[in-house]
């Protein structure tokens, strides 16, 4: 692939990520719901958990990451710190996976703690996300507008 084609793919997965991150940044600003409200975000949020899955994985084993580090050697270790992000976000995406499939209506304090933890994520996901664009500025001078 070409250095055009590689940003291209990202940044087109971006977009439909963010898509999937506003649905679910939408849902936290919410109260609590009843049963019915629960499975619908936890659909939301099973939805976005596997597009980031598949984002992160196609990051590292196509041709974006290891395409830097063979253009630019000498961000390698910056390319190692992107890939430790890739699995604090995963476990964390996972962490909020299971605890939302066992929270129960009407808990509405482990409500107050998801909310919190999926912030914390999302925020997590942008700040990478800025942290990506820049290093695909920087290599193949491309603006993908992630995170902004
Ligand atoms: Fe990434």
Known sequence: MTDAQISQQLREEYAKLKVLAGRVREWVGRPM??????AEYRKTFEHFRAHLHKQLALEEA????PHVVARRPTLSREVDHLREEHREILSMADEMYTELNQLQPGNTAGWEDCRLRLRHLLSAIDHHGRT????VVSVFGIDIGAGD
Not at 33 to 38: F, M, Q, T
Not at 62 to 65: A, H, I, K, S, T
């Open 33 to 38: 719901g009843d049963g019915a409200w629960l």
């Open 62 to 65: 196509g041709d974006f990451l």
């Open 132 to 135: 990506e664009n820049n290093l």
